[in-house]
C-alpha cells in the first residue's frame, strides 16, 4: 500500500472510528454519508480493493450524474423555450380571440344594418308593387276610356261620311234643279216676251190689280244660298 493511500486508510479510519455505531438505513444514505460507510468498510476489512472500488464507483456515478445534469439542463432550456411558445402562442390566441371578436362585432353590426336595409327596400318595393297596382289600374281605365273615344270617333266618322254622302246626294239634286231653273228661264223668256227680267230676278207687277200686294222673288238667290250652306 503507498504512503498515500496509506494516509488516505488512516484519515478515513479515524473519521470513522468517531462516529456512531447505529444501525444504518442504505436506501436514505446520501452521496457524503456512503462515502463514509465505505471508509468503515475500507477500515473494517483492511482491503484497499473496496476503496478503488468505490472510487470508480463514484467517478461512474459522476459521470452519469454530469451527464444528466446536461440533459436536465437541456430539458429545462426546452422547457423555457417551450413556455416561451406558450407564453407567445397563448399571447396570439388572445390576439386571435379578440380580432375574431371584434369581426363577429362588426358582422354583428352590419348584419343589423343590412337587415334595416332590405326592411326598408322591402317598404319601398311594396309601396312601389301600390303605385304600379294604382297606375295598372289607371291605365286599364284610360284604356277604356281610348276603347269608347275610338267607339264614339267611329260613329262620328260613318255619320260624317252619311252627312257627306247626303251632301254629295243633295249637290246633285240641287245642280239638276239649277239646270231645270235654267232651262224654265230660258223657255219663259221666249214665252212670255213682255218680262223685262230674266225669269230668275223675275218681279210681278201688276198694274191692273192695286188691292194685291207687290210680290218679288229671286229663285236663283235661293238655290244659290241653299248650295252655299251645303258646301258649308
Not at 460507510?37 to 484497499?48: A, I, P, Y
Not at 327596400?121 to 276610356?145: H, P, T, V
Amino acid at each position: 500500500m503507498s504512503k498515500e493511500a496509506n494516509t488516505k486508510f488512516t484519515t478515513r479510519t479515524t473519521r470513522h472510528n468517531k462516529g456512531n455505531k447505529a444501525d444504518i438505513i442504505f436506501e436514505t444514505l446520501t452521496l457524503k454519508e456512503i462515502d463514509v460507510e465505505f471508509d468503515k468498510l475500507v477500515t473494517k476489512h483492511q482491503n484497499e480493493s473496496i476503496f478503488a472500488l468505490y472510487q470508480r464507483t463514484k467517478q461512474i456515478y459522476n459521470t452519469i450524474e454530469l451527464e444528466l445534469n446536461k440533459k436536465i439542463n437541456k430539458f429545462e432550456e426546452e422547457a423555457r423555450s417551450m413556455q416561451l411558445k406558450i407564453f407567445s402562442d397563448k399571447k396570439r390566441i388572445k390576439e386571435l380571440v379578440e380580432e375574431n371578436e371584434y369581426q363577429i362585432n362588426s358582422y354583428e353590426e352590419e348584419e343589423v344594418k343590412t337587415k334595416q336595409e332590405l326592411k326598408g327596400l322591402k317598404e319601398i318595393i311594396k309601396n312601389k308593387e301600390n303605385d304600379l297596382n294604382e297606375s295598372k289600374i289607371k291605365i286599364e281605365q284610360l284604356d277604356n276610356k281610348v276603347k269608347d273615344f275610338l267607339v264614339q270617333r267611329d260613329i262620328v266618322e260613318k255619320n260624317c261620311r252619311k252627312v257627306q254622302k247626303e251632301n254629295e246626294e243633295m249637290k246633285i239634286a240641287l245642280k239638276a234643279l239649277q239646270e231645270t231653273v235654267n232651262n224654265m228661264e230660258n223657255k219663259s223668256q221666249i214665252i212670255n216676251p213682255y218680262y223685262k227680267t230674266p225669269y230668275n230676278e223675275l218681279v210681278y207687277n201688276s198694274e191692273h190689280d192695286d188691292d194685291e200686294e207687290e210680290s218679288s222673288f229671286t229663285f236663283s238667290s235661293v238655290c244659290s244660298l241653299s248650295m252655299s250652306s251645303i258646301d258649308n
